[in-house]
C-alpha cells in the first residue's frame, strides 16, 4: 500500500464511451502525474500537476483530459478512444521532486478499449 | 531529449548467482531512482540515489550511481525466487516550466529466478 489510490482497477469501454479513472492520494504531495504503461513502450509521462495547476503535458491526445481539483485528487476523462490506448494508467504523486523525495505509485487501472 | 537505457532486458538467472543490471542515461542529472514492478502490481520505490557515487543496499540488492558516466547499477547477490519481478531505473528530468521535475523510466528488466 503507496497511499494512491486508483479507481477503477479494470476498465473496459467502447470506442464511444466516455469514462474517467480517478486518483487519489493522501500523502501531502504537492504534485500528481499520469503515465501509460504499455506492452510495446516504456512507461511513458502524460500529464505533470503541480500545487493543482499543469505543468506537462506530454504531447497527448484530447481524447485524454486530465483534471486536478485539489492536490489530493487527480482524473483522466477518456472519450472516444482507440484500441490503441488500451493500457495501464498509472497515477503517482510526490512532493516536488527534489533531492530525497521520490514519487509513489498507485495500483494502476488497466484499460482496455474495444 | 533525455533517453534512459537498461539492459538487459530480459534476465534470466538460477538461485544464487549475482548479476548486474545496467542503466544509461544521455543527460545530465543528479538524481536516480530504482522501482520494482511485480505483475498486475504496482511500483514499488527501492532505491533513491542522489549523489555521484551514491551506493545504497537492501538485501540482497545493492544500487550505485556514477553521474560522470551517467551509469547507474543494480547489482543482485545470490538470488533468490521472490526477487523475480521487473525493475526500473528513472531519472529525473527539470521541466520547463516552473521548478518541477519527472521521472524518465528505461524500458524496465523482467527478471526470472530459477530454483
Known amino acids: 500500500e503507496t497511499g494512491v489510490t486508483q479507481t477503477p482497477r479494470h476498465l473496459v469501454m467502447g470506442m464511444t464511451n466516455k469514462k474517467s479513472l480517478k486518483c487519489e492520494q493522501h500523502?501531502?504531495?504537492?504534485?500528481m502525474y499520469w503515465y501509460k504503461q504499455s506492452a510495446k513502450k516504456p512507461l511513458e509521462l502524460m500529464f505533470v500537476y503541480s500545487l493543482e495547476e499543469r505543468v506537462e503535458n506530454n504531447s497527448v491526445p484530447s481524447r485524454f483530459s486530465p483534471e486536478c481539483p485539489n492536490s489530493s485528487h487527480l482524473f483522466l476523462h477518456l472519450h472516444t478512444l482507440q484500441p490503441e490506448d488500451s493500457a495501464l494508467y498509472l497515477c503517482?504523486?510526490?512532493?516536488?521532486?527534489?533531492?530525497?523525495?521520490?514519487?509513489?505509485f498507485g495500483q494502476g487501472t488497466r484499460l482496455t478499449v474495444v | 531529449e533525455l533517453k534512459v537505457e537498461q539492459n538487459p532486458l530480459f534476465l534470466s538467472m538460477q538461485e544464487g548467482k549475482n548479476y548486474t543490471i545496467y542503466c544509461n542515461y544521455s543527460?545530465?542529472?543528479?538524481?536516480l531512482y530504482w522501482y520494482r514492478q511485480d505483475p498486475g502490481k504496482s511500483l514499488e520505490s527501492l532505491f533513491v540515489l542522489l549523489s555521484n557515487g551514491a551506493v545504497k543496499q537492501e538485501g540482497r540488492l545493492m544500487a550505485s550511481l556514477d553521474t560522470k558516466a551517467r551509469l547507474s547499477t543494480l547489482h543482485i547477490t545470490a538470488a533468490v525466487h521472490d526477487l523475480s519481478a521487473t525493475y526500473f531505473c528513472a531519472v529525473a528530468l527539470k521541466l520547463t516550466q516552473g521548478g518541477s521535475e519527472k521521472l524518465v523510466f528505461g524500458k524496465g528488466t523482467k527478471l526470472t529466478v530459477n530454483p
Open positions: 503517482a504523486s510526490s512532493q516536488e521532486l527534489g533531492r530525497g523525495t521520490e514519487a509513489f
Open positions: 500523502l501531502g504531495h504537492n504534485a
Open positions: 543527460t545530465t542529472s543528479d538524481r
